[in-house]
T-cell receptor, first 118, second 116 residues
Framework: GAVVSQHPSRVICKSGTSVKIECRSL??????MFWYRQFPKKSLMLMAT?????????EQGVEKDKFLINHASLTLSTLTVTSAHPEDSSFYIC??????????????FGPGTRLTVL | DAKTTQPTSMDCAEGRAANLPCNHS???????VYWYRQIHSQGPQYIIH???NNETNEMASLIITEDRKSSTLILPHATLRDTAVYYC?????????????????FGKGTKLSVKP
């Protein structure tokens, strides 16, 4: 149980295009999901907290208009990188918090999405 | 959430116990100690967590000092597949529904290399 999937696992796009990454909780409902970014040989950095049915909360320094987050259902959150540039190339990872056990703050991570912007 | 300090890297021989230390001297009473690991190019994997008592599961053991200012993750018989970056994170366990408090803040972790 407690499986989180991400799609796609790897994507290559041209500079200026937009890319959508999906994060799904497969066997549980997630009111809250988190989006992280990881550059090579660096640790994970929290980008934003995604809450179902409301606006996402972004960490300081993360542009909300560039990284659009939509959490329209209890099992799906999407991250759209708009007008992508080579410096947006990174490993994007989501995690989901089980709604039935939310007060216990258990988070489950997806396998990550490798984005390369040419 | 309290800050943690871990060694940058450690080596361990295959089949031996790997002991990974973590200092969290500013931990508060409602914060738990969590351990995750990240194998190269994968998402983090939960290992174990504890409040003040020692904990053991099928993956590892967690030893927390009596003053809770430090802890040690023990992999009893390390294998080559245990090579990964291990993160010690201190955070609250109980959160308000839909709240962002208690989200995971990752430090640099310890890169464990298990060698044959």
């Amino acid at each position: 149980g407690a499986v989180v999937s991400q799609h796609p696992s790897r994507v290559i796009c041209k500079s200026g295009t937009s890319v959508k990454i999906e994060c799904r909780s497969l066997d549980f409902q997630a009111t809250t999901m988190f989006w992280y970014r990881q550059f090579p040989k660096k640790s994970l950095m929290l980008m934003a907290t995604s809450n179902e049915g409301s606006k996402a909360t972004y960490e300081q320094g993360v542009e909300k208009d560039k990284f659009l987050i939509n959490h329209a259902s209890l099992t799906l959150s999407t991250l759209t990188v708009t007008s992508a540039h080579p410096e947006d190339s990174s490993f994007y990872i989501c995690s989901a918090r089980d709604s039935d056990r939310e007060t216990y703050n258990e988070q489950f991570f997806g396998p990550g999405t490798r984005l390369t912007v040419l | 959430d309290a800050k943690t300090t871990q060694p940058t890297s450690m080596d361990c021989a295959e089949g031996r116990a790997a002991n990974l230390p973590c200092n969290h001297s500013t931990i508060s009473g409602n914060e738990y100690v969590y351990w995750y690991r990240q194998i190269h190019s994968q998402g983090p994997q939960y290992i174990i967590h504890g409040l003040k008592n020692n904990e053991t599961n099928e993956m590892a053991s967690l030893i927390i000092t009596e003053d809770r200012k430090s802890s040690t993750l023990i992999l009893p018989h390390a294998t080559l597949r245990d090579t990964a970056v291990y993160y010690c994170i201190v955070r609250v366990a109980l959160v308000l529904r839909g709240g962002s408090q208690g989200n995971l803040i990752f430090g640099k972790g310890t890169k464990l290399s298990v060698k044959p």
